[in-house]
């Protein structure tokens, strides 16, 4: 199914301006055509189609590293029976929530938006993209802006520098670039990483290569999980998607945090299982201890998880390896390593992480003032302080990305039906206690967060300034608890109108 713009008509000013067509921006389109069918809204995106990261990433086996049922929205039941979904899967389900749900007359491709200043005068946003078609720039107004942009850089990956690397006479490819007729039938493979883009491709590439190897210089944490939730499958068929799915989400929930609670509160432990559970799928002889056994405890990084164990699949057969070693340089038939060793290929894979990007990089600014993100502190990890109306989502990274976005559209919803009701045209989070020490707003030591979190906003460590990726903490302050907050400043400057909708 191809999603086409309904009509690209002429208005530029609405109520709230939504950037991106990815999970976010989707998630926020229904939310505001659901709940305030009366609000005015578009959705900007920099490509030619809907998806984000799953229309950017095309390398071989891409699929989600969440349950489905989770990593679904709320309101659009998961129905396949592959609880750890193909990327092809996903943009197929997207696609559909936005023809289901009519957004896409909503959307407008190909707009690359610039710049965003708020006069506080107007109470207005005025933004400023670029056609990626033609070049040409084009300007919208909005009363509230929504990002929904995501972390990544989508210009480029991040490649270390390799000594040698001119040197190669094969190919090298990074996983974001992935070229569309790339084929590495019969080759001699490498991928350099461990992380869950090189357990991702090393299984799905290694039926067509003559080999593959997994070059790693440290390794992660893999868990195996079953690919199909016979629990869900069974509920959805009994049930039906509609009565099921608060069930199955429940229930993954509970088993998603419970898991993330155990490594920390007793990593040692978690830490044993875990490898435990990897000696168990691999030959008996295999060296789990230099392979599989990092030097963090569980969930310092994320987790990488295996579908059916198909990464051990492929080494036991003998169609795949694991290297671990350190890279002296790159030679002209494949890499010489610090132990000595040359790994010979035809194709390397530099699977060596992504390149993190603090909301999409747009130029914002107050009053022509420019702001620097990382000057701001968040406000319940949905706004920032000193910037009025601008929302922004960033999901979890220790549980399912698209529960934090459902809950942070909620309360953006209801945000807005206080305004309405109170006559509010403006509201902006105030950080009244410079002395609040700040912390980064993500608390993970892989390499590209720790490579890129700096231009983030950060987080406060007490009251509605926390950013803890705590979906139970979230739903009492986002869901079910008060719009008003003392930290909030609003400006009273029409009529109170009733709400749209009553919550």
């Not at 289901?100 to 109470?123: C, K, M, P, W």
Request: glycine share 8%; charged share 20%.
């Amino acid at each position: 199914m191809t999603i086409t713009t309904a009509s690209q008509n002429q208005a530029a000013d609405f109520d709230v301006l939504i950037v991106g067509a990815g999970i976010s921006g989707i998630g926020a389109a229904y939310h505001l055509k659901t709940h305030r069918p009366g609000t005015s809204f578009a959705v900007l995106d920099g490509r030619e189609s809907i998806g984000g990261t799953w229309d950017l990433f095309r390398y071989p086996g891409i699929r989600s590293d969440s349950d489905m049922a989770t990593f679904g929205f709320s309101f659009a039941p998961w129905t396949h029976r592959k609880a750890i979904a193909d990327g092809s899967l996903i943009i197929d389900y997207l696609r559909q929530v936005v023809a289901d749900n009519e957004l896409a007359e909503h959307i407008r491709f190909g707009y690359r938006v610039l710049t965003a200043d708020f006069s506080r005068e107007q109470h207005r946003w005025t933004v400023t993209a670029q056609h990626t078609g033609s070049g040409a720039t084009a300007r919208f107004t909005a009363r509230f802006l929504f990002l929904g942009t995501g972390y990544y850089d989508y210009d480029a990956g991040f490649t270390p520098e390799f000594a040698g690397l001119g040197e190669f006479g094969g190919q090298v490819v990074h996983p974001q670039h992935w070229p569309q007729d790339l084929d590495y039938t019969g080759k001699r493979v490498v991928v350099i990483g461990s992380g869950a883009t090189a357990v991702t491709l090393i299984p799905a590439m290694a039926g067509r290569a003559d080999h593959i190897t997994m070059l790693q210089r440290s390794p992660s944490y893999v868990f195996s999980i079953p690919a199909e939730d016979p629990v869900a499958n069974i509920l959805n068929k009994v049930l039906g998607p509609k009565r099921a799915n608060p069930i199955i989400r429940r229930k993954n929930i509970a088993l998603g945090r419970g898991i993330f609670k155990a490594c920390k509160r007793a990593p040692e432990l978690m830490r044993r299982l875990l490898i435990a559970n990897v000696r168990r799928q691999l030959p008996k002889d295999f060296d789990v201890d230099t392979h599989f056994t990092p030097h963090y405890d569980p969930w310092d990084q994320r987790l990488c998880m295996v579908p059916d164990g198909d990464l051990f699949k492929a080494i036991s057969t003998g169609r795949a390896s694991v290297v671990t070693d350190v890279i002296e340089k790159f030679t002209a038939t494949g890499i010489r390593l610090a132990s000595g060793r040359e790994l010979a290929a035809d194709l390397i894979v530099t699977a060596t992480g992504l390149a993190m990007s603090a909301f999409g990089k747009i130029a914002l600014s107050i009053d022509d003032q420019p702001v620097n993100p990382a000057d701001t502190t968040v406000y319940k990890s949905m706004m920032l302080s000193g910037v009025p109306n601008l929302v922004f989502a960033f999901g979890y990274t220790n549980i399912s990305w698209t529960l934090k976005v459902d809950l942070v559209c909620e309360h953006f919803c209801r945000l807005l039906d206080h305004m309405d009701a109170h006559g509010h045209q403006a509201v902006e989070p105030v950080l009244d206690d410079s002395a609040m020490p700040r912390v980064p707003l993500l608390d993970l030591g892989s390499g590209y967060v720790q490579r890129g979190v700096a231009q983030f906003p950060r987080a406060g460590t007490t009251g509605p300034w926390t950013a803890e990726m705590a979906y139970e903490k979230d739903v009492e302050r986002l869901r079910t608890g008060p719009v008003e907050d003392s930290a909030l400043q609003f400006s009273a400057d029409r009529p109170a109108v009733r709400a749209s909708v009553a919550r």
